[in-house]
Every structure is written in C-alpha cells, then in structure tokens.
C-alpha cells in the first residue's frame, strides 16, 4: 500500500541527495535572512551616525570611512549574495527534483507491477478510465506532497528560525508579541482549511463523475450515435458539468472567504504589531534603523508562513489520493504458481484432462459443475451449446484466467499448480470471441511486442485468409487499423487474432467463435488452410455452424446449469 510509511522508505532510499539539498537549503537561509538587516544598518550607522556593529565589521576588511563607498559596499554585497542564493537554489532543486522523479517512478512501477498481475475478475471492476486518471493526478498530488515535504518545507521553518532569531535579537519585548500573535493566527487558518478540505472532497468527487461520463460518452460515441442517444448522453454530461460548476463556485467562494476573515485577523494582528513599534522607537526602546528592520522581517514572516498553511492542505490532499491510488493495489492478484513441471517440453502439444471442475463468477450461479473432460494430445474437438451455456468460460478457465473454484486441470498429465500460469499461455493460442486490436498498424497488431519477420506475419495472414487484403492496402503491413480496429470489418478483425495466434506457434490452439462472421467459402479455405497447421495439435473450437463442427472429431455439447436452490 502507498501510506506515509511508504514515502518515508522512499526518502530514505535517498538520503544522500536529500541530505546535500537539504544543507544547501540551510547555507541558502543563512545567506539570505541577514540581507534584509543592510538597509537598516546603512540608516542608523551611516545617516542617523550613531555607534554600531556594522561599520565596525566592515572596517575589519577594509578602512575607509565614507558613506559612499559603504553604500557602495552595501550595494554590491546584496547583489552578490542574492546571486549566491539563486545559484545554490537551483542546485538544490535539482537535488530535489531528481528525488521526487525518482519516487514518482518508483510509484508507478509498484502500481504497474501490481496491475500486471492483477486476478481477471478484479480487473473487470476497475474501469481502465479510473486507472489511468489515478496513475496520472493522484499521483502527482501525493508527489508535491512530497517534494515540499522534502525541501521547501525544511527551508521555510528554518527561514521561520532565523527570522525568530533576528527579531529577538533585534528587541525581544516586541519580537515575543509577534512570535505569540502569529501562532494563533495560524491555528485559525489551520481551523479553515480543514473546513475547505471537506468542501474540496466534494468538489472533486463531482469533477470525478464528470471525467468518467464525458469517458465513456466519448468511448461509445459510436453506439450512442446509432441509437440516437446523443441528447441523453450529452445531456448527461453537461448536467455533470453543471455539477462542477455549482461546487466549484461554492467552494472558491467560500474559499475566499474564510480566507479573507483570516486575513484579516494577520492584518490587525500586523497593525497592533506595527503601532507597538511606532510607540518603543517613541519611548526610546528602539532606534529608528531597527524598527525599519523589524517591519522588514514582520513581512518577511508571512511568506513561510503562508507556504506552511499550503503544506497542511497539501497534507490533506495527499492523504486522499494515496487511498485513491490504493484502491488499484487492493485489487487482489492472480494465484502465482511456480513451475516446477513443465508439460510442454520436447512435446509437439499436450493432453487436457479437468477433473471434477467447478466453477461460478459468484457463488449463486455455477456455470461448471463437477465438470469432467479429457481431451487427447492432438484430438480436435469442437464444443457447442446454446450462448451462455460456458464455453467462453470454459476457454477462460482453461487459460487460467479464471481460477476454478474445485476440481483440478492437466496438461500433459501435470497440475496447473505445478505448470503456472505464465507456461500455460505461453504455450496455449486462444483466439477471443471479442478479439481486442491496438490502435496502431497492423504489424504491430501482429506480433504485439514480439519480434517477426515480414515473412512469418504473410504466412501467417495465408493461413488466415488475410494475405490478399493486406498485399492490396498501399502500407501493406504498416496500415493504422484504428481504434479498436475500426477500419477493419467484423472478418478481418477476426482474420487478424487468428494470424496472431497462429504467429506465436501455440501447442494448443483454442477458437471461440473464431470465424463466426466469415463466409462459408471462406471458412471452408481458412479450415482447410488451417489443416496443414494443426495437424499434430490439440485444438478446441467453440462453434456453432454445423460445417465448423464438422471439421472436429469430437463434439461436446454444453447445457447452462439450472438455477440452484438456495
Ligand atoms: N466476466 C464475467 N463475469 C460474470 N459473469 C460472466 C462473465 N463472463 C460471462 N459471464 C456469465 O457466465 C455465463 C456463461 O458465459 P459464457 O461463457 O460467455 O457463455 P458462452 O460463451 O457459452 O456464450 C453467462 O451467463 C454470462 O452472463
Ligand atoms: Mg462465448
């Protein structure tokens, strides 16, 4: 899970440049909270003339006594050191940022690896829409948490010290009744920001139904075209949009309330401040130089302040979006079984024997009961029955996508238990009833990150029946099929999962409902061509056409379970 925890083995996984950024921030502070004091100093040593430290330090270096040259002095000091702050600033952003890269990273691999391993029926809950917006802003959010956490929050409370130091240094009396008033202040924009963080929750949960209806509307513009759903759907989603504009307009609003009233009270908070120090010069607490220069730092106070306030909401925010992003690593993974047999080896193909199979996608409707089948290395066996009788589920189970819930399956004579998931499939084609393309070419949709030559993918595609289609298209194999493969027909998208299929050699070949939309000409020229193929092979075709059965020397027939009796 990604908690707090989590971040904090991150970090420490980085201790040394965080360590260096952060000493840089401390040289950064050192350099720059005294600056602010030259000023100051110039006015009452070198115009009101009275005794003081700074010309005293200055002569140390060199001895001159003018004021131009101090102001001169002065002015290429500040230059020079504000220089200097920007330099060792960008060194230790880059510090910074090359740790926060780093550990965003990291985040996505541990999420990424989780989702390759992901059990099937866990995937089906999780839209891929939620997946992607989570992998994208829920992460960011937690890693700007984090980087502040990691450096601009270090460099604000030690700026905070220093600033502390220089006012009690500067007249302690006035510098405690700003070091007391601030704190309360402080406590009541903390008390704000909690409020708002609850507004924010909901605002973004409708900014989050928003997202998903404008997805999914976009992602079945075709199927709500042809039904003429356009005004439903849009309607839908501008209702949605309504939505966030209503919460966003109420959160801002009170948003800039809360934080007006908050100001509010940093203002008086400053005026009482600013009035006290008017009153010592007065009095003779204070000379005129180092009122200026605790006015200079009252200021200056409330930039790390403010940064601080954002930090607590930062917090907050991050806390949500790590249990966002954990909603992806909940999601329980597939069973891992090693290898420890592998059936496959030196085998033209395998033998498949379930015994005693059960199985349900949820426990009220058994789509395999106490199942049995064996299947002989090489036999070609056709299975048919009425849809929703299980053969899809059977294919699946069979691929170990969906673990069964009893009984046990062999290849080969070997328990899956013993083979693993990742041998089985290595070594089993299953072409999809619903076959899924990329949008990208079709060489790509060939050989899906595997390595073919251009000769293998045509010979696949001539078992397939594809070979001439492909040849007339003017990019040949490099021809974009589209979203899904829109640009391909019901045939050839199916032409296409075969050619894959076949490309990787299977042991085992499974069809479902592979040529369902291709013409009896030709089918009977794909089967035949199929022949020479799979010949030695143990193939399972799920059809119904009495022509595609025929082609099989076994023939099951599935029958839906009845409902049980509970
Ligand atoms: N992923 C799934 N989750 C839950 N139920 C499913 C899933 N896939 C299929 N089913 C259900 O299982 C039954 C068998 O489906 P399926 O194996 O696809 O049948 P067939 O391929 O024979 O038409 C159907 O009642 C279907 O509604
Ligand atoms: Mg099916």
Redo the contacts with the bound molecule.
Sequence with gaps: MITFNYLLEQVKLYKKPIIIANVLALIVTFISVPIPLFIPFLVDEVLLGKEGKFIDFINQFVQINSAEYYILIVFILTLFLHALVVIIGIMRNAYLDKVSEEIRLNMRQKILLHLKKVSMSEY?MLGSGSISSKMGTDIRVVIDFLSSSMGTIVIQLLKLFGMSAVLLYLNWKLALVILIINPIVVKMFVKVFKKLSELMKDRNKTIATFNNSLVEGLELFNQIRVQNRENHFFDKINHDATEVRDKTYEYEVKWFKSLGVARLWMVYSNTLFQMLAVYFVYIGEMSIGEMMAIFVYAGMVQAPMNILLRFVQSYHDAKEAMDRLNDILRLKKEPYYEMKKDPFRGKETASIELRDVSFA?DEHKS?LKNFNLKIEAGEKVAIT?E???????LANILMGLYPVTKGKIFYNGVEVKEVGFEKIRENIGFVL?SPLMFNDTLRYNLSIGNEYSDEEMYEALKVAQLYEFVQELPKKLDTIIGKNGTKLSGGQKQRLSIARVLLDRPKVIIFDESTSSLDNDTETKLLDALDDYIKNKTVITIAHRQTTIDKSENVLR?YPIKEEKR
């Design positions: 089906d996608y789509i029955g849809t929703g009788s299980g053969k899809s589920t009833q599935l």
